[in-house]
């Protein structure tokens, strides 16, 4: 045309960006491998991990590291493009790799955003953790003492020192820091479900790692400024001290027999009125002189106001020698409580 004369010869200064054939696949370079590998990602696996995202030439088009957060996301169902997906399996926690990806298994001819079309792209990434949504909590047993016959149950309360971290060992909590313990109700719901499975069956001095993940820890939102949505946890856990819990549904036993005369003793201006401190102060004093045991770890006023109020059946701040039942009375359950 106008530009190029006739019999021109022709200069081009060329810069070669990228390239690729149309049957390439992913390509993977393992930049670093743990050593310790336990387990590698499936297909079905949530996985939280950290990127880079650059072109052949070395542009940067995006990062999970300026976001300030993990890219997380299902491996191997398409949530994220073809070869991220496959890139994606079988990586350990911790591990560093390179993905280098083939326009047609990833933005294709349009691209997308600071992505041209047609583009090779390159993601370095590190894996923080992953779990599978059928996971339950792992238990590793560290320390057990020679006697281990008493073992923790529902209902106990316990005394415990933890650290508390990430999969890929940042320490989010320890007990040890603030120079306490940390005292639960076991099966009460004071802690996250898989911290509840993970202190069963456990017996004072016993040390144990506990994996707890999302699902049965913190879920998706996590605890803002303090656990990412979605992480797997690890506690290190030392149980220091247990006090045997009371059988389920009970907040109140008798240790001896239980006096025939019971309401009159409670009654004790014998108005044939029982008031809620009438009530407490009786309990108190079987406590106090260890003819009674109420559920360790609750707070007295608390236990004794609910026993007061299963008994006011009328709900009239009173109770009454036809009101007035043992446990046993009501559900022929063998125990003696109020």
Same mark, same amino acid.
């Given at each position: 045309?106008?530009?190029?004369?006739?019999?021109?010869?022709?200069?081009?200064?060329?810069?070669?960006?990228?390239?690729?054939?149309?049957?390439?696949?992913?390509?993977?370079?393992?930049?670093?491998?743990?050593?310790?590998?336990?387990?590698?990602?499936?297909?079905?696996?949530?996985?939280?991990?950290?990127?880079?995202?650059?072109?052949?030439?070395?542009?940067?088009?995006?990062?999970?590291?300026?976001?300030?957060?993990?890219?997380?996301?299902?491996?191997?169902?398409?949530?994220?493009?073809?070869?991220?997906?496959?890139?994606?399996?079988?990586?350990?926690?911790?591990?560093?790799?390179?993905?280098?990806?083939?326009?047609?298994?990833?933005?294709?001819?349009? %691209?997308?955003?600071?992505?041209?079309?047609?583009?090779?792209?390159?993601?370095?990434?590190?894996?923080?953790?992953?779990?599978?949504?059928?996971?339950?909590?792992?238990?590793?047993?560290?320390?057990?003492?020679?006697?281990?016959?008493?073992?923790?149950?529902?209902?106990?309360?316990?005394?415990?020192?933890?650290?508390?971290?990430?999969?890929?060992?940042?320490?989010?909590?320890?007990?040890?820091?603030?120079?306490?313990?940390?005292?639960?109700?076991?099966?009460?719901?004071?802690?996250?479900?898989?911290?509840?499975?993970?202190?069963?069956?456990?017996?004072?001095?016993?040390?144990?790692?506990?994996?707890?993940?999302?699902?049965?820890?913190?879920?998706?939102?996590?605890?803002?400024?303090?656990?990412?949505?979605?992480?797997?946890?690890?506690?290190?856990?030392?149980?220091? *001290?247990?006090?045997?819990?009371?059988?389920?549904?009970?907040?109140?036993?008798?240790?001896?027999?239980?006096?025939?005369?019971?309401?009159?003793?409670?009654?004790?201006?014998?108005?044939?009125?029982?008031?809620?401190?009438?009530?407490?102060?009786?309990?108190?004093?079987?406590?106090?002189?260890?003819? %009674?045991?109420?559920?360790?770890?609750?707070?007295? *006023?608390?236990?004794?106001?609910?026993?007061?109020?299963?008994?006011?059946?009328?709900?009239?701040?009173?109770?009454?020698? *036809?009101?007035?039942?043992?446990?046993?009375?009501?559900?022929?359950?063998?125990?003696?409580?109020?």
């Amino acid at each position: 045309g106008k530009e190029i004369p006739g019999q021109a010869s022709l200069v081009f200064d060329v810069v070669l960006l990228d390239l690729h054939n149309p049957k390439d696949g992913i390509t993977i370079e393992n930049q670093q491998v743990p050593e310790s590998c336990e387990r590698r990602t499936q297909t079905g696996d949530f996985i939280r991990y950290h990127y880079n995202g650059t072109l052949l030439d070395g542009t940067l088009f995006d990062s999970s590291y300026s976001r300030n957060r993990t890219y997380d996301t299902y491996v191997g169902k398409g949530y994220v493009i073809a070869g991220m997906d496959e890139g994606l399996l079988g990586v350990c926690t911790g591990e560093k790799r390179r993905i280098i990806i083939p326009p047609h298994l990833g933005y294709g001819e349009e %691209g997308r955003g600071k992505i041209p079309g047609s583009a090779v792209l390159v993601f370095d990434i590190l894996v923080a953790d992953f779990h599978n949504p059928a996971d339950s909590v792992s238990i590793t047993v560290n320390y057990k003492p020679s006697n281990c016959s008493v073992l923790s149950k529902k209902g106990d309360y316990l005394k415990y020192h933890y650290n508390a971290s990430l999969l890929d060992g940042t320490l989010l909590d320890s007990t040890h820091s603030l120079g306490k313990t940390y005292n639960i109700v076991l099966g009460s719901g004071q802690v996250v479900i898989g911290m509840d499975m993970g202190l069963q069956d456990m017996c004072v001095g016993e040390r144990r790692t506990v994996v707890i993940p999302p699902h049965l820890g913190y879920g998706e939102e996590g605890v803002e400024g303090e656990v990412p949505g979605s992480a797997v946890l690890v506690f290190d856990i030392e149980l220091l *001290e247990l006090v045997s819990g009371l059988p389920e549904g009970y907040m109140f036993v008798w240790n001896g027999e239980v006096s025939p005369n019971l309401f009159e003793e409670i009654d004790q201006n014998h108005d044939g009125e029982v008031l809620l401190e009438e009530f407490s102060e009786y309990i108190r004093a079987q406590v106090d002189s260890g003819k %009674g045991k109420l559920a360790p770890g609750f707070d007295f *006023e608390k236990i004794v106001k609910n026993m007061f109020t299963n008994q006011d059946r009328d709900g009239n701040g009173k109770v009454t020698a *036809e009101e007035f039942k043992l446990k046993d009375q009501e559900a022929k359950e063998g125990h003696d409580e109020l």
